[in-house]
């Protein structure tokens, strides 16, 4: 089991390296169109939770009543 561990570990680690490879790439053959993707990405992610929040807030409210 332990085995299996340490391979998922060194996977995600590669995978990661990976990932930073290839934003490094883009972001030095176009820095505008990476920074554009950056922005819709990170304001993605907010909405993603700003959503979450308020379900889970309209849940627990109904909870309440």
């Known amino acids: 089991m332990t085995a299996l561990l340490a391979q998922v570990k060194a996977v995600a ?3 990661m390296y990976l990932m930073i ?3 490094v790439i883009q ?3 176009d820095p505008s169109g990476a920074a554009h993707a ?7 992610v907010g909405h993603f939770f700003a959503s ?3 379900k889970i807030g ?3 409210k ?3 009543k």
């Open 58 to 60: 309209a849940f627990v």
């Open 38 to 44: 950056t922005t819709n990405f990170v304001a993605g």
């Open 13 to 15: 680690k590669v995978g």
């Open 21 to 23: 490879a290839f934003m």
């Open 27 to 29: 972001l030095w053959q």
């Open 52 to 54: 979450a929040m308020d």
């Open 62 to 64: 109904g909870l309440t």
